[in-house]
């Protein structure tokens, strides 16, 4: 019985090696958050503010230093303006407070009415638990209690001294962090080619080419998630404060600005912003409609947002998955709290970048990007091995509209029976998995069925397994878009017990497919038999196992040995493709609408006959195949070789044709070409008339001259 080989286990020691390395590294970023915090937010600054010194630089030619300086002078002047704005909207708003004081104080008075009153929700409740504590604790109602406890409150700040003091430290640490970081800014930017320099020098180890590569792929994908979480802030803040003005919300202006920069907080930056409207819309509308209209109005703006724009433009933009973005959020969050927050994907993402290109932290891609981590044929051969078949014909059809459905087959869907014949053994307990294999195989080939040629002259047998069995079908699909009849037969019908009984007449050659390794024993004891059985069929191996032994086919006693699917098909197709029958001298011949001689010839049958109209129309004319009812009138006369005339008023039957066209009068005969009619010369006229016998006859004979003095022109295909 074939065994599996086992798969390598990392040894324990292993384990608590990266469990340590993991320990100490969380531990250096939680305790120096003091100094790493500032030096991240400068370089994330860094990363968004170093295209405009590159754009000042290109454009105005400003020296580097003063194009430095240039833009972090105008990143500070927005976020001054941008505060300016925010302190003014929000002093304007807190001067109409005053105003909705009684309204506040009603609507909360009818709460406390509803829910704290006598009879109250929230009194009920506390009764019906005071009930339930006597019942099951023992207390008398009314009973105090002993050895309680004194307390005692202090207020160490009521000094004026330790209110400054308060103050003070309040401010003087985001004002600390903030210049910090402006500093750090300036020295990155003013030095970020040498910084760069230092750094390949220091990473790259000799491979410049692969960190000038992870650099550039970080960077890249860093400004462009900044570029859309800025825009996708403002459209967001734009719309929310479009929709709080419609609803009547006192401040709409103040609160998108709000929520613009509170977004940059993952998940809860925006609820924090929308809650003060929401309470807004409480005070002004002495109703409950404003509030209910502004909360529903926040909830389907951010989940639309958050579940929807988000998760895609991030992904696609940073290549981080919208998992990993928020694990990360997580993470980063517990660490060093809010800034964590807005530091989480750039980290990330540069992350995902150093596990592209470095290949011993390739887990972090695996983990944290968005790319897929498996290639279609493994993705599908995991599919085939749970027995999906829905989901394994939808990764067909992507597959289908980016090539094509014979790419499909012999690249994805037989490497993917590849890798089920290396994984899976031939042992009956991996039957199932292999019945499942099958299974998923003719379910897409019949969703891609296509018409099977008759007669079957190759016969497929699969060599071993139902895997083998399954690439069996696999090329009989293959070779019916050749426009070659197959018959496929199951592993056990060249097996010592029933090969005698394999029928082969009228076959041509016999194909045996193999995916397993170690065929030489088995396929010289059926080449040998069929050979016997029938000397004049060809046997035919296609081995496709990716670590096949360097067989010939002199050494499997076989008459050919191809290695894919594709070497099979066009060989089986250029041997024994039925051949098909000439076209007829009809579906051949042609002129070209542009002939001199027939456009003269056409004049003449025109003035002859007296009508302002003479055409011919060819069986081969693609253009006249589309007219199906002007086709259908030429099939008429070249099938009955009898002369056809029709009328639009006397006919039992009108012809569409000829009503749509305004045509009173048709009249046609067969156009033969060495007896053999080709298509039909026809006159029209456009007012009723009639032809006798000798006019008919007439026209017969300017079909013949017609033809003689065409055929110079004339194209007639080999």
């Known amino acids: 019985m074939q065994q599996l080989p086992a ?27 003091g100094i790493l915090v500032p030096l ?6 860094a990363f968004a503010l170093a295209p405009l010194v590159g754009l000042l630089g290109r454009r105005l030619r400003l020296p580097d230093p003063l194009a430095v300086v240039v ?35 009603s609507k909360f008075a009818l709460i406390k009415d509803q829910l704290g009153g006598r009879n109250g929700l929230f009194q009920n409740i506390i009764e019906a638990i005071d009930t339930l504590e006597q019942q099951f604790g023992g207390g008398q109602p009314g009973a105090s209690t002993e050895n309680s406890v004194p307390v005692r409150i202090t207020n160490d700040l009521a000094s004026p001294l330790g209110m400054v003091t308060g103050v003070l430290g309040s401010v003087l640490g985001p004002l600390a962090t903030g210049a910090i970081v402006t500093v750090f800014l300036i020295f990155l930017l003013m030095g970020r080619e040498d910084l760069q320099e230092r750094f390949i020098r220091l990473v790259g180890r000799g491979d410049y080419s692969t960190t000038n590569l992870a650099l550039n792929d970080a960077s890249a994908r860093v400004g462009r998630y900044l570029l859309i979480q ?7 803040g734009i719309i929310f404060a479009t929709g709080l003005a419609i609803i009547g919300v006192p401040g709409a202006m103040l609160w998108g600005l709000m929520i613009v920069v509170f977004r940059y907080i993952p998940f809860v930056g925006a609820l924090l912003v929308a809650v003060m409207p929401i309470g807004l819309a409480l005070a002004v509308d002495s109703g409950w409609t404003m509030v209910i209209v502004t909360a529903a109005f926040f909830v389907v703006l951010d989940q639309t947002v958050a579940n929807v724009v988000e998760p895609r433009l991030y992904g696609s933009s940073t290549g ?41 932290l390739q887990v972090f891609e695996t983990l944290f990007g968005s790319d897929p981590v498996l290639e279609p044929r493994e993705r599908l051969y995991q599919r085939m091995l749970r027995g999906d078949i829905e989901e ?31 994984e899976l053994s031939d042992a009956p307990e991996a039957l199932a998995q292999r019945s499942r294999i099958a299974e998923t ?5 019949e969703e891609f069925a296509v018409e099977m040629p008759e007669p079957a002259t190759i016969l497929i047998v699969g060599g071993r397994t139902e895997i083998d069995e399954a690439q069996a079908k696999v090329m009989a699909r293959q070779l019916a878009t050749e426009g070659v009849g197959s018959k496929v037969l199951p592993p056990i019908a060249v097996r010592q017990e029933s090969i005698g009984q394999v029928e082969l007449d009228g076959i041509s050659a016999i194909c045996l497919c193999y995916l397993g390794a170690d065929i030489k024993v088995q396929t010289r004891y059926v080449a040998r038999r069929l050979h016997r059985m029938a000397p004049d069929v060809e046997v035919i191996v296609c081995h496709l196992h990716p670590n096949a032994a360097s067989e010939t086919a002199a050494d499997l006693r076989v008459d050919k040995l191809v290695r894919s699917v594709a070497e099979a098909t066009d060989y089986i197709a250029e041997r024994f493709k039925p051949a098909t029958a000439p076209e007829s001298l009809a579906e051949r011949f042609t002129i070209p609408r542009d002939s001199a001689a027939l456009v003269a010839a056409l004049e003449e049958v025109a003035e002859a006959m007296g009508v302002p109209l003479a055409t011919i129309n060819l069986l081969s004319d693609e253009r006249h195949r589309d007219d199906a009812d002007a086709y259908r009138l030429t099939q008429t006369v070249t099938e009955t070789g009898d002369p056809l005339i029709a009328g639009a008023q006397d006919a039992e039957e009108p012809n569409l044709y000829l009503q749509s066209n305004g045509i009173d009068f048709y009249a046609a005969v067969p156009l033969l070409v060495d007896d053999e009619p080709v298509g039909a010369l026809a006159i029209i006229a456009y007012e009723p008339r009639t032809l006798s016998d000798d006019e008919i006859e007439r026209l017969k004979e300017l079909a013949t001259q017609l033809v003689a003095k065409v055929r110079a022109d004339a194209r007639v295909g080999a």
């Not at 798969?7 to 958050?33: D, K, M, Q």
């Not at 800025?230 to 967001?236: Q, R, T």
């Not at 990764?395 to 089920?420: K, N, R, W």
């Open 230 to 236: 800025v825009c996708i802030n403002v459209c967001y």
């Open 392 to 422: 394994a014909v939808e990764i067909a059809e992507e597959e289908a509209e980016e090539t094509d459905e014979d790419e499909v087959f012999e690249d994805l869907v037989s490497g993917a029976l590849a890798l089920a014949a290396t």
């Open 320 to 360: 981080v998955s919208p998992v990993a973005i928020l694990l990360s959020a997580m993470f980063w969050a517990t660490l060093w709290g809010p800034v964590g927050l807005v530091l989480s994907t750039p980290i990330t993402v540069c992350l995902v970048v150093i596990g592209r290109y470095i290949p011993q």
């Open 40 to 45: 991240v937010l400068s370089v994330l600054m």
């Open 441 to 445: 195989t003719e379910a897409l080939i």
């Open 71 to 105: 833009a972090v002078v105008l990143a500070l002047f927005v976020l001054a303006c941008f505060s300016y704005l925010v302190g003014t909207q929000f002093a304007r708003l807190a001067a109409d407070l005053p105003q909705y004081q009684s309204a506040v104080s």
């Open 7 to 33: 798969p390598p286990i990392r040894s324990l020691e292993s384990v608590f090696h990266a469990v340590a390395i993991f320990a100490l590294v969380t531990g250096l970023l939680y305790f120096g958050a």
